[in-house]
């Protein structure tokens, strides 16, 4: 389970920019090498600094992070959603990503022409929020279509999944998106079917100049507004600094990015930002053979973590033992936990913490 994220905007608002630099970054940390799945996509390791001490300790064969994926689209214009531009034709890329990254221009810059001629991010976000709307009432529209039939002839299933369908696309036609309406839980397994756009968690990344940085200014403060409403996070970003901090050594970046008042890259902004908005959490593993982190649901149970792992970990599920990262990091060993009592047998009710060292026992 790694954390995918959609990255969408207008363009030129410097969405390839903000994508490039993040992924360059990621690929410098160590032990994970970039990869690109294709020309739109990258998967970078989460940086985590409990894995160093972790492989200090065990002297692992290898060292694994979890990972971000960032999937790029085409910038959507007014009317994308009708075969204007080409951001249309690339939304259903992101139609399984678990949030999506809306980057807003919030810099002024006579050499980058903007696509409706001025800087307005409020316009810009609803100008996108439109175009998501309408991408995800034709899913809707189609679906609809494909279950009346069904329904007619009387299938139960059909039926429940038309009256979703038919809900969510009377809160679309309204003008709002997916996540604004009130679903039962009975019908939210049938909405998360649809993998609609507007259903996600939105992370908006303000894009601004160096001399913006690090609070951004009054556009910045209209989109926090915005993400206030809409109970989201927003993140301040430099396209141009990233870029640069990608091409530095992790002591160099420290250096630069505090001439901008910052204590880390944008990377690691969006990670955190991205964590708290999807209530995800990190657990280890810990031995001779590997170190690794693993990306569970925060309030997820040790049976649930240890399906992450694998879906036999779960089915055959003992017990979770388990040491608190920061117990290890300060014994130094994993006999000195023990010895101080800090090592726990934990059942299937254990709730899994951020930072837990946990071995699972399990039956095959």
Same mark, same amino acid.
């Given at each position: 389970?790694?954390?995918?994220?959609?990255?969408?905007?207008?363009?030129?608002?410097?969405?390839?920019?903000?994508?490039?630099?993040?992924?360059?970054?990621?690929?410098?940390?160590?032990?994970?090498?970039?990869?690109?799945?294709?020309?739109?996509?990258?998967?970078?390791?989460?940086?985590?600094?409990?894995?160093?001490?972790?492989?200090?300790?065990?002297?692992?064969?290898?060292?694994?992070?979890?990972?971000?994926?960032?999937?790029?689209?085409?910038?959507?214009?007014?009317?994308?959603?009708?075969?204007?531009?080409?951001?249309?034709?690339?939304?259903?890329?992101?139609?399984?990503?678990?949030?999506?990254?809306?980057?807003?221009?919030?810099?002024?810059?006579?050499?980058?022409?903007? !696509?409706?001629? *001025?800087?307005? %991010? &409020?316009?810009?976000? @609803?100008?996108?929020?439109? +175009? $998501?709307? #309408?991408?995800?009432?034709?899913?809707?529209?189609?679906?609809?279509?494909?279950?009346?039939?069904?329904?007619?002839?009387?299938?139960?299933?059909?039926?429940?999944?038309?009256?979703?369908?038919?809900?969510?696309?009377? !809160?679309?036609? *309204?003008?709002? %998106? &997916?996540?604004?309406? @009130?679903?039962?839980?009975? +019908? $939210?397994? #049938?909405?998360?079917?649809?993998?609609?756009?507007?259903?996600?968690?939105?992370?908006?990344?303000?894009?601004?100049?160096?001399?913006?940085?690090?609070?951004?200014?009054?556009?910045?403060?209209?989109?926090?507004?915005?993400?206030?409403?809409?109970?989201?996070?927003?993140?301040?970003?430099?396209?141009?600094?990233?870029?640069?901090?990608?091409?530095?050594?992790?002591?160099?970046?420290?250096?630069?990015?505090?001439?901008?008042?910052?204590?880390?890259?944008?990377?690691?902004?969006?990670?955190?930002?991205?964590?708290?908005?999807?209530?995800?959490?990190?657990?280890?593993?810990?031995?001779?053979?590997?170190?690794?982190?693993?990306?569970?649901?925060?309030?997820?149970?040790?049976?649930?973590?240890?399906?992450?792992?694998?879906?036999?970990?779960?089915?055959?599920?003992?017990?979770?033992?388990?040491?608190?990262?920061?117990?290890?990091?300060?014994?130094?060993?994993?006999?000195?936990?023990?010895?101080?009592?800090?090592?726990?047998?934990?059942?299937?009710?254990?709730?899994?913490?951020?930072?837990?060292?946990?071995?699972?026992?399990?039956?095959?």
């Amino acid at each position: 389970m790694s954390l995918r994220i959609g990255i969408v905007g207008l363009p030129n608002v410097g969405k390839s920019t903000v994508f490039n630099a993040l992924t360059k970054a990621g690929a410098q940390v160590a032990n994970y090498p970039f990869c690109t799945i294709d020309p739109n996509v990258g998967v970078v390791p989460i940086p985590d600094i409990r894995l160093e001490k972790l492989a200090e300790i065990y002297k692992p064969e290898k060292v694994t992070p979890t990972t971000v994926e960032f999937v790029d689209i085409a910038g959507l214009v007014k009317g994308a959603s009708t075969g204007e531009g080409l951001g249309n034709q690339f939304l259903g890329n992101i139609k399984e990503v678990d949030a999506i990254l809306h980057v807003v221009r919030c810099f002024e810059d006579s050499d980058v022409v903007h !696509v409706s001629g *001025s800087i307005d %991010p &409020i316009r810009d976000i @609803e100008v996108v929020q439109i +175009e $998501l709307c #309408l991408k995800d009432l034709e899913t809707v529209t189609n679906r609809i279509r494909k279950l009346e039939k069904n329904a007619k002839s009387g299938d139960k299933e059909a039926k429940l999944g038309l009256a979703v369908a038919q809900k969510a696309s009377a !809160v679309l036609e *309204s003008g709002a %998106p &997916i996540k604004k309406g @009130e679903w039962t839980k009975e +019908e $939210l397994p #049938l909405l998360r079917e649809l993998q609609l756009l507007t259903s996600k968690p939105v992370l908006y990344a303000a894009n601004v100049n160096e001399s913006q940085l690090p609070s951004g200014g009054s556009m910045v403060d209209r989109v926090r507004e915005i993400a206030k409403k809409e109970h989201s996070e927003v993140v301040v970003i430099c396209g141009k600094v990233e870029a640069e901090v990608a091409e530095l050594s992790d002591e160099e970046a420290k250096d630069y990015l505090k001439e901008f008042g910052l204590k880390e890259s944008g990377l690691n902004q969006l990670i955190r930002a991205g964590y708290q908005l999807l209530g995800l959490i990190t657990f280890l593993t810990a031995g001779e053979k590997e170190v690794r982190a693993w990306t569970v649901s925060r309030g997820a149970a040790a049976p649930q973590a240890a399906g992450v792992i694998h879906s036999d970990f779960e089915r055959g599920f003992i017990r979770a033992e388990v040491m608190r990262y920061e117990d290890l990091a300060k014994c130094g060993s994993q006999q000195a936990v023990k010895e101080k009592g800090l090592y726990r047998l934990e059942g299937k009710e254990y709730v899994v913490q951020d930072g837990d060292v946990i071995y699972f026992r399990f039956n095959v």
